[in-house]
């Protein structure tokens, strides 16, 4: 791991604008149903002056001294999750990592305060991602055989580390290789569809060279 878990409020100056923006935007599911809800087309593709914006208030956040000189390879979409209430047995998420990419962002965009993120860390050192055609299925057309079973037996594998609720205009910045998953798919609250901007980098890459801080920290052993 080389990213810290980095939490902060009031991401956006502007987040009403922002969520202006996501709303104009149209949205599709994934064809293969790799994730759940809808996104939109990528940030840097629809509106490149926001995406870039976005990336550099991300990487002022990891690196306040060195972000003018850093050159990056992100990209960002927003996700919309219809909460519905009558859904019974997808209360979380289904645990999982982001790898092959470096570190994800997850920025809250919606007035939901119950359907956050969190780390979770195996059991096992056997402990895997397991039965993700039906945690496919499921997204992809609502229904899949035995998936309350299936989601518990992969989730049962992993327990919880950190959770970080979910707060209008909050940001979640965490190393893609963690396990994690949205503790809580059904809102308990009536305020409408789970929206986020949710980004992924695959590298930053500073001239004099790169240092990052989990490896920096275990360097200094001295106390």
């Keep these: ?22 709303n104009s ?34 990487i002022s956040l990891m690196y306040p001294t060195d972000n003018y000189d850093m050159s990056w ?8 999750i219809k909460m ?4 019974k047995e997808f209360t979380e998420g289904w645990v999982h990592h982001d790898h092959p990419y470096l570190f994800t962002v997850m920025i809250y965009l919606s007035d939901h305060t119950d359907v956050g993120t969190s780390i979770a860390l195996p059991k096992s050192i ?16 609502g229904k899949a055989p035995q998936f309350r079973e299936k989601l ?22 965490f190393d893609s290789s963690q396990y994690h998953f949205a503790h809580n ?7 409408g569809d789970r929206l986020t901007l949710v980004g992924f980098f695959n590298d930053l890459k500073l ?10 920290m275990k360097k200094n052993q001295e106390m």
Excluded at 4 to 18: G, R, S, Y
Excluded at 28 to 42: A, I, L, M, N, T
Aim: aromatic share 8%; proline share 7%; glycine share 6%.
């Design 73 to 80: 390879d992100g990209t960002f979409t927003f996700q919309k």
């Design 25 to 58: 935007l149209p949205y599709k599911p994934d064809p293969e149903g790799k994730w759940p809800g809808v996104r939109s087309e990528p940030l840097e593709s629809v509106n490149r002056v926001l995406w870039t914006k976005v990336c550099k208030k991300v």
């Design 1 to 22: 791991m080389l990213v810290p878990n980095i939490v902060a409020d009031n991401f956006f100056d502007d987040c009403d604008d922002i969520i202006k923006i996501a």
């Design 84 to 87: 519905n209430k009558k859904e």
């Design 185 to 191: 798919m059904v809102s308990k609250q009536d305020k």
């Design 126 to 141: 056997t402990s895997y991602v397991k039965h993700v055609p039906i945690k496919n299925m499921r997204n992809r057309t």
């Design 207 to 216: 001239g004099k060279g790169m240092r990052w801080g989990i490896p920096e």
């Design 152 to 173: 518990l037996d992969n989730n049962g594998q992993f327990e919880e580390s950190i959770r970080v609720n979910s707060k209008k205009n909050r940001v979640f910045i």
